[in-house]
């Protein structure tokens, strides 16, 4: 009989402490070993935010006022081409060309996912686990025939650009959530195809994939670490999402529950499992976690 008892006690504790672990893990935790960034490889970023914002902002009355935080304000004559939803039609969402002529960089720019707009829904739910392999990886389906369109459309005008403004000029892809994705699809197709841009160095090509969808396998990940940053805040669900996309914005019974399920399975998948599998999506190349390192912040 006090077997019996201590086993129980023994269960339950363990069990009470495993809920506490789970309840009270934070995403800083995540980054709790990495080294922190470097101010010189994170001093693009609110820049970078400020451009892909201007794909749909109005660059004369911008909703942050990024000029009393201290950031230099988006020169309207930068512009080279900024599309509309008309424009795209169904196949991505909006993007921006600018030209940066004092940092002497061309950057192409992704807006993020528009959540009354059905299309963008399309997009990422266009995806079942390995249907798309590329460049000895996988990728995601619908991220990367955006990401074929847009280039399909824009690479004679970044090849003209990158050529008028001299062989140290950089070529710079950005995006935020779904445009993230795209972003990042589209910079391995140019380190891939770099003669079609006047042959480029890859030292030269950089993504910033703001809140980045799972795009592409862990091997494709590490692959263009160089070249692909990735920015976390916090928390953030859409990097960490163990959910295939397709369930989660195709579900139209109880999704609450359906998340739980899902994210409870995974939870207790060994993480051996979860590497050895190489039709596993991840956010694509080096990260960079924003955190607050406080107690169930």
């Not at 402490?17 to 609110?46: C, H, N, Q």
């Not at 109880?254 to 399920?261: E, M, R």
């Not at 995974?266 to 607050?292: S, W």
Request: one cysteine or more.
């Amino acid at each position: 009989m006090s077997v019996s008892c201590g086993l129980e006690c023994v269960l339950c504790v363990g069990c009470v402490r495993w809920m506490w672990k789970r309840l009270t893990y934070i995403g800083a935790y995540d980054s709790e070993t990495w080294p922190p960034a470097s101010p010189d490889d994170f001093e693009p970023v609110p820049r970078i935010c400020q451009i892909i914002m201007a794909v749909s902002d109005d660059l004369d009355n911008p909703k942050l006022m990024p000029a009393t935080r201290g950031y230099t304000q988006i020169d309207g004559a930068g512009v080279h081409k900024r599309t509309t939803y008309d424009e795209v039609g169904t196949a991505c969402p909006p993007y921006i060309v600018y030209v940066d002529r004092r940092r002497n960089e061309v950057v192409l720019a992704v807006r993020g996912l528009n959540l009354v707009r059905n299309a963008d829904y399309k997009v990422l739910m266009d995806n079942k686990l390995g249907m798309q392999m590329f460049d000895g990886g996988y990728v995601h389906h619908g991220l990367l025939k955006a990401a074929q369109f847009i280039l399909e459309r824009e690479t004679e005008t970044l090849r003209e650009l990158l050529r008028q403004q001299g062989p140290d000029c950089k070529l710079i892809f950005a995006g935020h959530s779904l445009g993230s994705g795209i972003a990042a699809l589209m910079t391995v197709l140019v380190v891939n195809n770099r003669k079609a841009f006047g042959n480029i160095p890859r030292s030269h090509i950089r993504c910033y994939a703001l809140a980045p969808a799972r795009c592409m396998s862990l091997n494709l990940a590490v692959k263009y670490a160089d070249v692909i940053y990735s920015i976390v805040l916090q928390d953030d669900f859409l990097p960490r999402t163990p959910t295939p996309l397709e369930y989660i914005f195709g579900s139209i019974f109880c999704l609450p529950c359906l998340l739980f399920l899902f994210c409870l399975r995974d939870t207790f998948k060994q993480d051996k499992k979860k590497f050895k599998d190489p039709r596993r999506l991840y956010a694509p190349g080096r990260m960079y976690h924003i955190v607050e390192r406080k107690f169930c912040r």
